[in-house]
């Protein structure tokens, strides 16, 4: 490997620190990390039960290990660390290393293991091929960890550790994002009831205040004022019809679309009546709570720049329209900055390690059924810097490539302006076996036969799955690899067979991983052959023009990606699709909201279905976080828990507090 040139030099350490610390300059050098050895046992034990094997790094010296000083690091604890942007100014003439998506095909009961993947992927390139590589992550929502799915911090041997630390809590973003939105949520309905109850002169007088005998307006206000159209600084000087127009927002409760968020999964919270208190005066509405991961503050986390860009982003959110038509912002509202204010530390991504002692960057967590489902671009760039020009970021994108890779490449990568070099298919053989039509699981039960034995026409019939994600990759221009995420259960003729398929339908190439069972040296050919698709050229382009209509977008997606015939839009949709027209929004990209669990709208239709049309139920704007996203069928942004949730096992020792039931 060719190594960068590193030198060193001395700066003065911020306020907060005392003393010099040594920094490096812009070149990355091959970094000297220390790995933490594994010793994989068969059978593989619980996932927990690994994790607690292995004594983590301090994230001090991981820290140091990669190039970021002590007053870059804002730790939470031994074993996690906030990182600041100042990394990022610190190395702005870095060169940056190879940019890589983990996707997966279409998701399954069964699973794919795309975490898993990627976490050994990462831990084969850093631990086994010597490269410098970080993983970028997102953060797990705490709904499904206490709801069916558990946690997502990977598993077997290719984890994130400590698992109990990421899946619980982390450093606080999600609960701030809690907050902000909510606060934005309260501030609409009090305007709403302030509007309705006083005259414009009250309204006037309370929103510019007297002090001392003087009135003057907030910053904030005085933007409110130069949309308007109003050039005026003094109070005093607005006409009785400016008063008016500055002071009423005058909200269609129809149009709002900004609800209260919560994360946890509670299905009763998805519809409710708000106001009903006597000191509401019976100005009531129906209402309705999102999982945290789905508010727009989530999206807009993990697009942006950083503190400036963040502030910008939510005072041009869109909570709703005038009865004129005109859309109400955040910063109409005037909570821009107290919403900035609650976000400022959610800006700066979460350092941890994986079981081996690669690092890994933790950072947003937007859903990918109902947002764009991929960890931040500030992480990113960050790691793309940090791993240097022979060293490689490894990310994901959320559920499969239909959905998490064409917002990765479409969204994020428009956003960022920053460019993939190759993307690894994650598959399994007993998920392609479902998707050719194998009998379905159900939860509690043993699995059938199928998935058990050998069974090569199941598994070619449900290539057509994995067969149309390579394909959508390629469409990009970017070269695939196949991982197929080895089980114990897969002979080696399925397995060849998915190896052949694969590098004859269009992949680059086609490897058999065991990364749960063996952790980074497991994936060590997956690594190899990720690392030769880094070297070819990239034609990397985008799937559409931003300057179509926003129906033709959206027909784009749905023919090139799902394989559908057509789309239809129902009326409100229409409605919707006209009103953002008319607003200046039509130029934004295209988030679509639908299952995850089908090309189609219909998460039973298993495979590469075809000839189908895409129903458009529904359309929405995220202005701040920058996209169009419409609702393919009924979706729902709040889950329910299930008869028997995840809690039911999980305790806590008072004398070791140590989790258990948790994985």
Not at 598 to 617: C, E, H, Q, R, Y
Request: with cysteine.
């Amino acid at each position: 490997m060719t190594l960068v040139s590193s030198s060193l030099k001395l700066t003065r350490a911020p306020s907060r620190c005392t003393g010099l610390v040594l920094t490096r300059l812009a070149s990355a050098p091959s970094w000297n990390l220390t790995h933490l050895p594994i010793k994989p046992v068969h059978p593989t034990p619980k996932d927990i039960v690994i994790s607690r094997s292995q004594r983590p790094k301090e994230v001090r010296k991981l820290a140091e290990e990669i190039g970021i000083s002590d007053a870059e690091l804002d730790p939470y604890g031994h074993y996690k660390a906030k990182v600041s942007l100042d990394v990022l100014h610190r190395l702005e003439g870095a060169e940056q290393g190879k940019y890589v998506l983990v996707t997966a095909i279409t998701p399954t009961p069964l699973g794919e293991g795309k975490s898993c993947t990627a976490v050994g992927l990462v831990q084969a390139l850093s631990a086994h091929l010597n490269r410098n590589v970080i993983a970028c992550l997102r953060q797990p929502s705490q709904g499904p960890t206490f709801g069916i799915k558990g946690g997502a911090a990977g598993g077997g041997y290719s984890q994130i550790i400590p698992m109990e630390e990421f899946n619980l809590h982390l450093t606080g973003d999600i609960h701030a994002i809690t907050a902000a939105n909510n606060l934005l949520a309260a501030a609409i309905d009090a305007r709403i009831f302030h509007e309705a109850t006083q005259t414009d002169k009250a309204l006037f007088s309370r929103l510019v205040p007297e002090s001392k005998g003087k009135r003057s307006f907030s910053n904030i206000q005085l933007r409110r004022l130069k949309r308007l159209g109003i050039e005026k600084a003094n109070p005093n000087d607005l006409t009785e019809e400016e008063v008016s127009k500055f002071v009423r927002l005058d909200f269609n409760k129809d149009t709002i679309t900004w609800n209260r968020v919560i994360d946890t999964n509670d299905r009763y919270l998805r519809r409710i009546t708000i106001g009903q208190g006597d000191a509401e005066k019976g100005i009531t509405r129906t209402a309705q709570f999102d999982i945290t991961v789905a508010s727009e503050l989530m999206a807009i986390l993990a697009l942006t720049s950083g503190i400036g860009d963040m502030q910008q982003r939510i005072g041009r959110i869109v909570v709703a329209s005038s009865n004129k038509g005109d859309p109400i912002t955040v910063d109409d509202l005037g909570v821009t900055g107290a919403l900035a204010v609650l976000m400022k530390d959610t800006v700066k991504p979460t350092l941890m390690q994986t079981l081996e002692g690669s690092p890994v960057l933790v950072h947003a967590g937007p859903f990918a059924n109902i947002a764009h489902g991929n960890s931040s671009i500030i992480a990113d760039q960050l790691g793309l810097k940090l791993v240097g020009p022979q060293g490689f970021v490894v990310t994901e994108a959320g559920f499969g490539a239909d959905i998490g890779m064409e917002k990765f490449f479409n969204i994020k990568c428009r956003t960022s302006g920053l460019v993939p070099n190759a993307v690894a298919l994650v598959a399994s053989v007993r998920a392609l076996k479902m998707h050719g039509g194998g009998p379905k699981v159900l939860p509690g039960q043993p699995l059938p036969d199928a998935y058990l034995t050998e069974n090569l026409e199941l598994v070619e019939k449900g290539f057509s799955n994995l067969e149309r994600h390579i394909q959508n990759a390629n469409r990009f221009g970017v070269p695939v690899v196949v991982a197929i995420n080895k089980f114990g259960t897969d002979t080696e003729n399925e397995l060849k067979l998915v190896q052949s398929l694969s590098k004859e339908r269009g992949a680059f190439d086609a490897v058999v991983s065991d990364h749960f069972s063996q952790g980074g040296a497991g994936a060590k050919a997956l690594g190899e052959a990720v690392m030769a698709a880094c070297q070819k050229p990239s034609h990397f382009n985008f799937l559409y023009d931003l300057q179509l209509p926003i129906e033709d977008k959206i027909r784009v997606i749905a023919q090139k990606i799902y394989g559908a015939d057509d789309v239809s839009f129902s009326d409100v949709a229409k409605t919707k699709i006209a009103t953002y027209t008319s607003q200046g929004f039509s130029g934004l990209p295209i988030c679509m909201a639908k299952t995850h669990l089908s090309f189609t709208d219909n998460p039973d239709l298993k495979g590469a279905p075809s000839g189908f049309v895409l129903p458009i139920k529904d359309v929405r704007a995220s202005v701040g976080a920058g996209f169009i996203y419409p609702l393919v069928g009924t979706m729902s942004t709040m889950p329910g828990l299930s008869t028997r949730p995840c809690f039911f096992d999980i305790e806590i020792d008072p004398e070791t507090e140590q989790i258990s039931g948790l994985f």
